[in-house]
């Protein structure tokens, strides 16, 4: 658009985050459920009606999740019956005679539960005005999509892994450098923070997990203690356990002897955390039965699993780290690939993600 305008004429945008600043050591279940029903959205919105306000030639294009586009009072947290507004709500209240507010969501259409079959008549992209469902004869257990307009993509449904799921030493670091941060167990957020991150550390070193109380300080502390000296013992290249599959195969290994309940956190880390998929047996199958179907899993599939695992570590890992990744791609793949980007996009085109 910026070729066919003059200097004066161009667009050009400005980043804003228009969330407020919440002091996390003084942070609890209550003051957490307040924030979110009744004063996350309402502040977020001053914060935009003000930017527009004070420069009337300006305009904005606000990114949030889908449900903030939801114009009605709504239970807005699945634990808690009380009931608030989200960002559609106050935005389109405010500019409602003062141009008003436009919402568009994206959906792939492969994600076929989110997208009716009225959409799907084209094999390209496209955006469309789901106004023009209004007063259409269609079928009584079919709705178009909430929003003013949609913006549907005949695009992969890539799989966007968590930062849990990715291996590496920088993300070891990255809490045990900070741990004093985190001392506080009077906070929740902090609780949180250090369950996740322990919970991390138990997978990545292949340990025995530890349910650990994450209230008790002397526990906390003696826990972080413990993994500091282990990092201070171990210099691990973690691209070598991927391309291994050490950390997967020690992790089968200690669910496979072990009975439920203990045996779930394994299985739970294997679904979740390492491979994403879930072995199915009938009901009473043992962990002795279900390593073995795990198994044969990582066993018919490697490929995948360590060129995908190595791909999301060029991400995120050390210069060692990502010199071993890339050294592996290329030397298996024959590809003359050198960046986290290109490799990803090699990865999304490929046949292993149909």
């Not at 294997?270 to 002795?288: H, N």
């Amino acid at each position: 658009i910026n070729n066919n305008l003059s200097d004066n004429n161009k667009i050009s945008f400005k980043i804003y985050g228009p969330e407020k600043i919440i002091d996390l050591n003084d942070w609890s279940a209550e003051k957490r459920d307040k924030y979110f029903i009744s004063e996350r959205d309402e502040y977020s919105s001053a914060k935009i009606i003000n930017l527009l306000e004070n420069d009337s030639s300006a305009k904005a294009i606000v990114f949030y999740g889908g449900a903030h586009l939801i114009t009605i009072k709504t239970q807005k947290l699945p634990n808690n019956k009380d009931q608030g507004f989200y960002l559609g709500y106050y935005l389109s209240k405010y500019f409602k005679d003062k141009g008003g507010c436009y919402s568009i969501d994206q959906v792939s259409i492969w994600n076929n539960y989110l997208l009716n079959d009225m959409y799907k008549f084209t094999n390209k992209n496209y955006a469309i005005e789901n106004s023009i469902f209004n007063g259409a004869a269609i079928p009584k257990d079919v709705q178009p999509q909430s929003t003013d307009a949609s913006l549907v993509l005949f695009d992969k449904n890539i799989r966007q892994p968590h930062i849990s799921q990715i291996l590496s030493e920088n993300l070891v670091n990255c809490y045990l450098d900070k741990t004093s941060n985190y001392k506080n167990l009077k906070s929740e957020f902090n609780r949180a923070i250090n369950a996740g991150w322990l919970d991390y550390l138990s997978i990545i070193s292949g340990s025995e997990f530890e349910n650990i109380n994450n209230n008790d300080s002397v526990s906390v502390n003696k826990a972080i203690d413990k993994w500091i000296n282990w990092r201070a013992n171990n210099r691990i290249n973690f691209a070598d356990e991927i391309i291994n599959l050490s950390i997967i195969k020690k992790c089968i290994n200690r669910f496979e002897n072990l009975e439920y309940p203990e045996a779930g956190f394994y299985e739970n880390t294997l679904y979740y955390r390492l491979l994403d998929t879930k072995i199915w047996f009938s009901q009473g199958a043992t962990p002795k039965l279900r390593a073995k179907g795990y198994n044969e899993y990582i066993q018919n599939y490697s490929k995948p699993i360590i060129y995908e695992n190595l791909i999301n570590l060029l991400w995120v890992g050390t210069k060692e780290e990502k010199h071993k990744a890339i050294s592996y791609l290329k030397s298996s793949l024959s590809l003359n690939l050198n960046t986290a980007k290109e490799w990803t996009e090699w990865w999304r085109n490929s046949d292993y993600c149909k």
